[in-house]
């Protein structure tokens, strides 16, 4: 059925933006109309409204935001939780509550999906939002030195544009959980104060206004592809007791592209050995289905495996479980944030089985405990050009011991043993715009990457020489032994002969009586290093966040200072500057 949308006459009392808004709401909803769809929430009408605003790289800001606005829905509230890519479809000076939820990326950046609405929000012909109510809810990584800027950004912004906030900003670092879970408690304690009828609207759109068939989404992250294993070898030589993986996987008939710098996200499934020992200890029969959480059945079994997060126990989990326990120690403890860390450290949720029995019903009281199981990034080790219809990963697997069990990596362990060849696993491509190739390819790179920091950078040389750029380039590489874990040796010997890897330098942590880093041979050769950078090349850094990244710009600050004659605040400014120029790039977790 095909519906007329009508004119909105010049003379009607809407300001340009919200005429804009109209237009495109009418539109959706006569979409949603013609294939059926519904528009309009049944009995949204008449409800306090919220909405959910999620800016989101990895996952995690957007399984907030939907796990939030699903638990105010069960409240009485007509909740969205709305992907700022879709921004389009919300006028954020029609809404009497935006909660918003947003990570930063790369240099204090936003996050992919964001980029577009922050340019509109931040405008100069952004609306005034007197009549909005807010509060941000921020993600972030604090070895990076924009900590959850786009957060801050955001908050300050909203107050700028007149919006009144409700709750304090709360920033969080890696481990997250907690903290949300304080920022919701401390948003939803200020409503029942404010009084829910403050929000209530009479029609409210939903988020996104119309419901797609899935086979009709084009594959990415709201229908990840399911990508056939095509080769696994191990990277690691005998004898060495470390497990890491060169993982290709096909991508034909995906209509999936990426480009050299990009991460794949990867949906991984849980151990099935640790799922069935999980099952046995249940106190139900584990022998019946369960709603997951995109609304589908599921058997437990199945469930546990693929869509809910069995290993890490965040604090607003163990205060649940309290719940359906009497165990007296968990009850001593639970108010204690000290005691709590220190009784979950190393822990599993298969441990809170079997030290704190709880009285579960059902298969689903059980994992409407559990948090969603979430993708997870790696950075992406092909070239597209080089290998067409392909996406090439280097996997470490993560192994290791606590209270006297073995501990294995979700993912990691899932894509070096889980995965049978030609298994498939679920995938989208995830672009990582601030770590990318000079444009010019006539300028000359660095690349730091030890361990599998070498990811990306396998990729960065496989582009220079199918494009045949003429830059020159310059790899540091790092491990703790040659013989066994010199990664991509026989390729990038190969790349030596032909010329497209100008110089590669190698650090072997555990070959000699003392350790040996990148960041050691980056002073080492500290003077060519510079006189590279000073005609213009650019440096990139990937891997480990904690220690080596933080190290190599230490060794990059000291040879600026003293090749550059500078002091410490010219060697500073240096650096600000090659990273405002993208001359200075890290991918580093």
């Excluded at 992919?112 to 972030?140: H, M, P, Y």
Aim: proline content about 5%; charged content about 30%.
């Amino acid at each position: 059925m095909a519906i007329t949308i009508p004119e909105i006459p010049e003379d009607a009392p809407f300001s340009a933006e919200q005429r804009q808004w109209l237009k495109t709401y009418l539109k959706e909803l006569a979409k949603s109309i013609s294939s059926g769809a519904q528009a309009i929430p049944a009995g949204a009408a008449g409800k306090p409204r919220a909405l959910f605003l999620y800016g989101s790289q990895s996952g995690n800001a957007q399984a907030l935001s939907e796990g939030f606005a699903e638990r105010f829905a069960e409240n009485g509230w007509s909740a969205d939780a709305v992907d700022m890519e879709d921004h389009a479809t919300v006028n954020l000076g029609m809404e009497p509550l935006v909660l918003t939820i947003t990570s930063t990326w790369g240099e204090g950046d936003p996050p992919d999906n964001a980029i577009e609405f922050w340019e509109k929000f931040s405008a100069e012909g952004q609306g005034r939002l007197e009549n909005t109510r807010f509060s941000v809810l921020s993600l972030g990584d604090t070895n990076y030195a924009d900590f959850c800027e786009m957060g801050k950004r955001f908050d300050t912004r909203f107050e700028a544009l007149g919006a009144k906030r409700i709750a304090t900003r709360v920033d969080c670092d890696v481990d997250y959980e907690d903290l949300a879970e304080e920022w919701f408690s401390a948003v939803s304690k200020k409503l029942e104060e404010i009084g829910k009828e403050v929000f209530t609207t009479t029609v409210t759109t939903s988020g996104g206004g119309t419901v797609e068939s899935l086979e009709n989404i084009p594959f990415g992250k709201k229908r990840p592809f399911p990508a056939p294993m095509t080769a696994r070898k191990k990277l690691n030589l005998s004898p060495s007791d470390r497990d890491t993986r060169h993982v290709e996987l096909k991508l034909d008939g995906s209509d999936l592209e990426y480009e050299v710098g990009d991460a794949i996200a990867t949906f991984p499934k849980n151990d099935a050995a640790l799922v069935d020992e999980i099952l046995s200890i249940l106190p139900f029969n584990t022998s019946v289905s369960v709603t997951v959480p995109d609304g589908s059945k599921k058997p437990l079994r199945d469930a546990l495996r693929e869509d809910y997060s069995i290993r890490s126990i965040p604090k607003s989990l163990l205060k649940k479980w309290k719940a359906l326990t009497s165990h007296p120690y968990l009850n001593a403890v639970i108010e204690d944030d000290k005691s709590v860390t220190e009784l979950l450290e190393g822990k599993e949720v298969v441990d809170l089985l079997y030290e704190f029995p709880a009285d579960f019903k059902s298969g689903q009281d059980f994992v409407n405990l559990l948090r969603r199981l979430q993708p997870r990034l790696y950075s992406i080790a092909s070239s597209p050009k080089k290998h067409p219809g392909e996406v090439h990963l280097t996997v470490a697997k993560v192994t290791y011991e606590s209270h006297g069990r073995v501990r294995k990596g979700v993912c990691s362990t899932f894509l070096c043993e889980g995965l049978e060849e030609d298994e498939e696993i679920r995938v989208f491509m995830q672009p990582t715009k601030h770590f990318r190739l000079p444009e010019d390819p006539s300028k000359d790179v660095i690349m730091v990457g030890p361990g599998t920091g070498i990811a990306p950078f396998r990729a960065f040389l496989e582009e220079r020489e199918v494009t045949e750029a003429p830059g020159r380039n310059w790899l540091f590489f790092g491990n703790p032994h040659e013989e066994t874990d010199y990664f991509y040796k026989d390729e990038f010997d190969e790349m030596q002969k032909n010329g497209v890897l100008s110089r590669i330098d190698v650090a072997w942590s555990r070959d000699q009586g003392y350790k040996i880093y990148v960041q050691d041979k980056i002073r080492e050769f500290s003077e060519e290093v510079w006189n590279w950078i000073d005609g213009g090349a650019h440096f990139y850094v990937c891997g480990d966040a904690n220690y080596m990244a933080p190290d190599v710009e230490k060794a990059l600050f000291e040879l600026i200072r003293k090749y550059g004659n500078l002091n410490d605040e010219g060697a500073a400014d240096y650096i600000k500057r090659l990273k405002d120029e993208h001359r200075y790039q890290r991918d580093v977790y």
